[in-house]
């Protein structure tokens, strides 16, 4: 009770940053972040992904925005999470929009932000990703996976948004297991209009070529897109993917629609404009992925967000044919055992249906499907 009466009444972004900083000082107890990792992170080499040139514990991972300045990668992993994607990360630091900027739906399990990519800067990011690893490397420590996720400074017109993007993925090619532009989020007034092919194509040319300039040709490259384009979009992005030969797309990000919730008209207008993430997205987020693998077969990495909250959740992403899968609402709800629960739950569905790894069960709903075409 005392638990939802604090999602139901306290500032979303006030309690964020306490259970954050939280989290970020128990993890800074000498042997605090291994030991939780043993007790709640991926167990076994079944649960083991390889994708992106990477080796993953466990296919769960936490989505973008819960750690925008890269502060916090040591403690997310000690929770059970695989791997950790930053940001996003803008070329120039911004403030982003005026608090109150994150609710919560509680009757329907969501969260509505319009945060606007509030960050310190992809320099100050990139700066704190490698003292971070150089840290790891003097104690012996594995790496960890940490993608880094990139928009564009409000700031910067649409005509100066190729060069913004080039510029984090510089400042980050050294630091980063991968890159993901996110073209898709509804807080910065015209990005989703990057999603259309004729300005899609440039821009991810240009951050390929940025990564290929920075010494790090190999350095996997992911577009993320919205649950709300039309399918015929969705089609033109995965063979715009295929044809640049990226390495992935991440589905989906927030939506903008407000269809069928639970939740009071005055809640629902209380929340405001922005990004809805959680329950609500699930069903439009798996339609988007099953049309992305049924497009593009194995030949993307896919990488499945939006409305997970349960192991039987990341268990149909995974047979729809994601090769991971993000969190980050799930979390909000969930609370701190949240990841621990989600990989227990994947390594007993993965063995009651006679697998012996969650890597062979990806894609296994579609695999006598036809591509689509036309």
């Given amino acids: 009770m005392l638990f939802h009466a604090v999602l139901r009444h306290a500032d979303a972004e006030r309690v964020h940053r306490l259970s954050f900083g939280a989290l970020r000082g128990l993890s800074a107890v000498p042997g605090a972040a291994p030991l939780m990792r043993r007790v709640c992170g991926a167990r076994g080499p079944d649960m083991r992904v390889s994708a992106l040139g990477r080796e993953f514990a466990g296919p769960l991972g936490l989505a973008a925005g819960f750690d925008k300045n890269a502060k916090g990668a040591e403690g997310l992993t000690a929770l059970g999470f695989g791997h950790v994607e930053i940001g996003t990360v803008t070329a120039h630091p911004q403030p982003g929009n005026p608090a109150p900027r994150l609710f919560r739906l509680v009757a329907d399990r969501a969260i509505v932000n319009r945060m606007g990519f509030n960050n310190e800067g992809s320099a100050v990011v990139a700066g704190r990703l490698r003292m971070q690893r150089a840290r790891r490397v003097q104690r012996g420590r594995a790496p960890l ?20 993007y080039v510029a984090s993925a510089r400042r980050l090619a050294d630091v980063a297991d991968y890159i993901a532009v996110n073209v898709s989020s509804p807080n910065t007034p015209g990005l989703r209009d990057l999603q259309a092919v004729g300005h899609l194509r440039p821009l991810l040319g240009a951050v390929r070529a940025a990564l290929d300039d920075a010494g790090r040709p190999e350095l996997p490259l992911l577009v993320k897109i919205a649950p709300d384009l039309a399918d015929s979009d969705i089609d033109a992005v995965a063979d715009l993917a295929l044809e640049l030969g990226l390495d992935g797309i991440i589905a989906t990000n927030t939506t903008i629609s407000r269809d069928a919730l639970r939740s009071t008209p005055e809640e629902i207008e209380a929340a405001g404009a922005g990004g809805l993430s959680g329950a609500p997205l699930k069903h439009r987020s798996v339609a988007v992925l099953r049309r992305l693998r049924a497009r593009a077969g194995d030949r993307l990495v896919l990488v499945a967000v939006g409305g997970v909250e349960t192991p039987l959740d990341a268990w149909e992403r995974i047979r729809a044919g994601a090769t991971l899968v993000q969190g980050y609402t799930g979390l909000i709800y969930g609370g701190p055992l949240w990841p621990r629960a989600m990989n227990r739950g994947l390594a007993r569905l993965a063995r009651a249906a006679g697998y012996t790894s969650i890597a062979a069960a990806v894609g296994t709903d579609l695999e006598h499907a036809a591509p689509l075409t036309g």
Avoid: H, L, Q, R
């Fill in 145 to 164: 996976v940490i993608g880094a996720n990139i928009g564009k400074t409000k700031a910067t017109p649409e005509s100066g948004a190729v060069e913004d």
